[in-house]
């Protein structure tokens, strides 16, 4: 089961901004950097965010990235129908010495 | 340009073996940590093994530790994924992933190979 939490859906109209929240512990999120994958559907999840807020190069800078203690977000701003994804916060671990994942959430474009 | 790309997959009975392989090119291979990372069908991504560049470290997660084996051979660009008793739990999609030492990230995955465990 998933140590970091995210809620399972968001939605939000095109051109809106839309958050989705991880939220660890201090062996996770506390301790390390934080990522975020985009899985599009029957494919693949791509890196979106590395480092906390680090976008790789070719990500709209639409995708931004934050932290805070054991938490972190993502945000969608300008939402795109081509953002309809399932989205992973993802960390290692101290505890379980291990890297985890999020819950994953789905996001949708109405 | 970065290419992964898995095969191995299948359908497999319980308590049978099955070997991932991952083909890697367009980088130097031998400079980076590689992953592996499973999806149960409709499930979320769980993390499976991680090697070192030079394969001196493995670490495994505790539901695959004692009967999956990560290995890599860096002359021939591959890294792979050695699955013993297995059960109907391990059915996912596996995805080989590329990861820059020690960053915990992961900046590219392979398409994925399914397993199938049934009898």
């Known amino acids: 089961q998933s140590v970091l939490t995210q809620p399972p859906s968001a939605s939000g109209t095109p051109g809106q901004r839309v958050t989705i929240s991880c939220s660890g512990s201090s062996s996770n999120i506390g301790s390390y950097t934080v990522n975020w994958y985009q899985q599009l559907p029957g494919t693949a999840p791509k890196l979106l965010i590395y480092?906390?807020?680090q976008r790789p190069s070719g990500v709209p800078d639409r995708f931004s990235g934050s932290k805070s203690g054991t938490s972190a977000s993502l945000a969608i701003s300008g939402l795109q129908s081509e953002d309809e994804a399932d989205y992973y916060c993802a960390a290692w671990d101290d505890s379980l010495y291990g890297y985890v994942f999020g819950t994953g959430t789905k996001v949708t474009v109405l | 340009q970065v290419q992964l790309v898995e095969s191995g997959g299948g359908v497999v009975q319980p308590g049978r073996s099955l070997r991932l392989s991952c083909a890697a090119s367009g980088f130097i291979f031998s400079t980076y940590g590689m992953h592996w990372v499973r999806q149960a069908p409709g499930k979320g991504l769980e993390w499976v093994a991680a090697?070192?560049?030079?394969?001196?470290?493995?670490h495994y997660a505790d539901s695959v530790k004692g009967r999956f084996t990560i290995s890599r051979d860096n002359s021939k660009n591959t890294v792979y994924l050695q699955m013993n008793s297995l059960r109907a739990e391990d059915s996912a999609v596996y995805y080989c992933?590329?990861?820059?030492?020690?960053?915990?990230?992961?900046?590219?995955w392979g398409q994925g190979t399914l397993v199938t465990v049934s009898s």
């Open positions: 090697i070192w560049h030079d394969g001196s470290y493995k």
């Open positions: 480092s906390n807020d």
């Open positions: 992933a590329r990861e820059p030492m020690h960053t915990y990230y992961f900046d590219y």
